[in-house]
């Protein structure tokens, strides 16, 4: 009997359809704040600023600015790309620590201003890993046949939940939004491949945010670091593992865009050639969840996603909570 319930679990695996990225879209809020702003805040300079973090500029929204309307913007731009309308959507997934407002959810709210009419929404929380956590459920849904086209959204206004008067966190957090369009394909043409979802309560109280402290995001710099180079390495080379892959026949690594120093850390840890690693950081800053989609943005405006490119995401947030996810680009023959 055993055996046979094996057997019938293992045929009902290989039957799982799989999932594809077809299209990215990337968007910021319109104000943009130079380093010299933030500085004259927190008694430094802009060099200061740019030697601890790789960040020149990050856009912040405006007090009227909606995060549903810049998220809106980013997946309008995937589904045109993708040739997908909206009301062909099953299902939307945003990622995100900072919506509008705590209900309806940020997916709701995003699926009404896109005319998603036919759409389920989930609103997932996993700090900066939740494009990551919000790409594995909706490949999952694609995967078990309950979905078939699926859009995927990290969007956050981080600057509504930073002290602007700290050295710790001020000059690092800024605002966007990224959004990927999903298709499920047939058994065996799937080309969203494993997806490690970690995470790891002891580090709550190195990166949190509550509702007490001014509900602002608290931080321990150094500690953050240390870790976050050491998960986002960690899970690279698993997520590969588990793909079958050897690091060198990966093509592109989009990391989450948290700090220069740490993108370029886990580049030297994993022996990387910084022309296969994305950052652009630099003129966005970091933006928790939104930073690798949009990261994955600037890579398809750059011509670094060519049809079946093998990439490797990787993200590292609050709680702890990290994450890889190795995905061959384009929709192949699915």
């Known amino acids: 009997m055993l055996d046979e319930a094996l057997a019938s679990e293992q045929a009902g695996r290989t039957a799982l359809r799989g999932a594809a990225v077809l299209s990215v879209g990337g968007?910021?809020?319109?104000?943009?704040v130079a380093n010299d702003e933030v500085a004259a805040r927190i008694?430094?300079?802009?060099?200061?600023i740019f030697t601890r973090t790789g960040?020149?500029?990050?856009?912040?929204?405006?007090?009227?600015?909606l995060l549903t309307e810049v998220a809106a913007a980013a997946a309008r731009d995937a589904l045109e790309r993708a040739g997908v309308d909206a009301a062909e959507l099953d299902l939307v997934v945003v990622g995100t620590l900072t919506g509008d407002e705590r209900m309806p959810n940020a997916a709701a709210a995003l699926a009404h201003a896109l005319?998603?009419?036919?759409a389920g929404g989930i609103e997932?929380?996993?700090?900066?890993?939740?494009?990551?956590?919000?790409?594995?459920?909706?490949?999952?849904?694609?995967?078990?046949?309950?979905?078939?086209?699926?859009?995927?959204?990290?969007?956050?206004?981080?600057?509504?939940?930073?002290?602007?008067?700290?050295?710790?966190?001020?000059?690092?957090?800024?605002?966007?939004?990224?959004?990927?369009?999903?298709?499920?394909?047939?058994?065996?043409?799937?080309?969203?491949?494993?997806?490690?979802?970690?995470?790891?309560?002891?580090?709550?109280?190195?990166?949190?945010l509550t509702r007490e402290d001014g509900a602002k995001i608290q931080m321990d710099g150094h500690d953050t670091f240390k870790h976050a180079v050491n998960r986002m390495a960690e899970i690279t080379e698993e997520t590969v593992a588990a793909a079958g892959l050897p690091l060198g026949e990966v093509d592109l690594f989009v990391y989450h865009q948290a700090n220069g120093r740490i993108i370029r850390a886990v580049g030297e840890r994993l022996g990387l050639d910084e022309t296969r690693v994305v950052?652009?950081?630099?003129?966005?800053?970091?933006?928790?969840?939104?930073?690798?989609?949009?990261?994955?943005?600037v890579a398809h405006e750059e011509g670094r996603l060519p049809e079946g490119a093998r990439v490797l995401l990787a993200a590292f947030g609050g709680g702890f909570t990290w994450g890889g996810a190795l995905v061959e680009w384009g929709r192949g023959d699915g």
């Not at 008694?43 to 200061?48: A, L, V």
């Not at 005319?115 to 036919?118: L, S, Y």
């Not at 800024?174 to 969203?192: I, N, Q, S």
């Not at 950081?281 to 943005?297: C, F, Q």
């Open 124 to 208: 997932v929380n996993a700090a900066c890993n939740g494009f990551l956590t919000a790409l594995s459920v909706g490949a999952a849904h694609a995967e078990s046949g309950r979905a078939r086209r699926i859009l995927v959204v990290g969007a956050d206004f981080v600057s509504r939940v930073t002290d602007h008067a700290s050295k710790q966190t001020a000059m690092l957090f800024a605002d966007g939004a990224g959004a990927v369009v999903l298709e499920a394909t047939a058994p065996g043409a799937g080309r969203v491949g494993p997806v490690l979802l970690r995470t790891d309560w002891s580090g709550r109280d190195s990166l949190y």
């Open 55 to 65: 960040i020149r500029e990050r856009r912040h929204a405006q007090q009227d600015d």
């Open 43 to 48: 008694g430094k300079s802009d060099e200061w």
């Open 279 to 297: 950052d652009c950081i630099e003129r966005t800053g970091n933006m928790s969840a939104a930073s690798v989609p949009y990261a994955l943005a």
């Open 27 to 32: 968007r910021l809020p319109r104000r943009e």
């Open 115 to 118: 005319g998603a009419v036919r």
